[in-house]
């Protein structure tokens, strides 16, 4: 029972155009929302988080929008760069819960020059 | 500063052989996690540390598999009697505070165990 789910495993963007990758979860009791980055061999990077308190959240070129209604974030990329290439997985944790994380299967993003 | 540090980067066993993994966490870290990552799959959650004692142990699959924080800094992951199934990445994490949902964990570059 997948409680977070991105059902796209890839996408295909060219570079300078808007990246937008999405994610869904099912358990109401999340209350905070990760993304983070994976290159081949490595282990995840934090990339941007979000509270359940907020609706958006912006760092740079990376911005997380949470809709807790239809239980799903999305994050922005913009403008994407060919480095952005990598794996994305989406993460959630329930306080109360000892910070664990449940994280998404990824989606392989590949940015073309 | 240096960063979550895993040993070995890989390592090949045969089936029915014992494993130890050890997670060197960032310095001052007292949270410390366990992740297993199968082939297409995102991390799956094996057992949280808080200091030296095991605050959750719920992701553990069975009995085969038992970690240790003695001193609340280094963490060892042993694996009895291992199986073919067993094969995946093994990722450790640390985080600044311990039992707060908005902590960062900062994950280690994982163990890939394969089991023939």
């Known amino acids: 029972d997948q409680q977070v789910k991105q059902n796209s495993p890839s996408l295909s963007v060219q570079e300078g155009r808007i990246s937008i990758l999405n994610c869904d979860y099912t358990?109401?009791?999340?209350?905070?929302f990760l993304w983070y980055k994976k290159y081949p061999a490595e282990g995840p990077t934090f990339l941007i988080s979000?509270?359940?308190?907020?609706d958006k959240n912006e760092d740079g070129r990376f911005t997380v929008f949470l809709n807790k209604s239809a239980k799903h974030l999305s994050l922005h990329i913009v403008p994407s760069q060919p480095g952005d290439s990598a794996v994305y997985f989406c993460?959630?944790?329930?306080?109360?819960?000892?910070?664990?994380?449940?994280f998404g299967k990824g989606i392989t993003l590949s940015v073309r020059p | 500063g240096a960063g979550v540090s895993q040993t070995p980067s890989n390592k090949v066993t045969e089936k029915g052989k014992y494993v130890e993994l050890r997670c060197d966490p960032i310095?001052?870290?007292?949270?410390l996690y366990w992740y297993r990552q199968s082939l297409g799959q995102g991390p799956e959650f094996l057992i949280y540390?808080?200091?030296?004692?095991?605050?959750?142990d719920s992701g553990l699959p069975n009995d085969r598999f038992f970690a240790v924080r003695p001193e609340g800094s280094v963490s060892t992951l042993k694996i009895q009697r291992t199986e073919r199934g067993d094969s995946a990445v093994y990722l450790c994490?640390?985080?600044?505070?311990?039992?707060?949902?908005?902590?960062?964990?900062?994950f280690g570059p994982g163990t890939r165990l394969t089991v023939l």
């Open positions: 994490a640390s985080s600044l505070f311990a039992g707060s949902s908005t902590d960062t964990q900062y």
């Open positions: 979000i509270s359940s308190i907020k």
């Open positions: 540390f808080q200091g030296t004692g095991a605050a959750d």
């Open positions: 993460a959630a944790s329930a306080t109360g819960a000892n910070s664990k994380l449940t």
């Open positions: 358990n109401s009791m999340f209350d905070y």
């Open positions: 310095s001052g870290h007292t949270a």
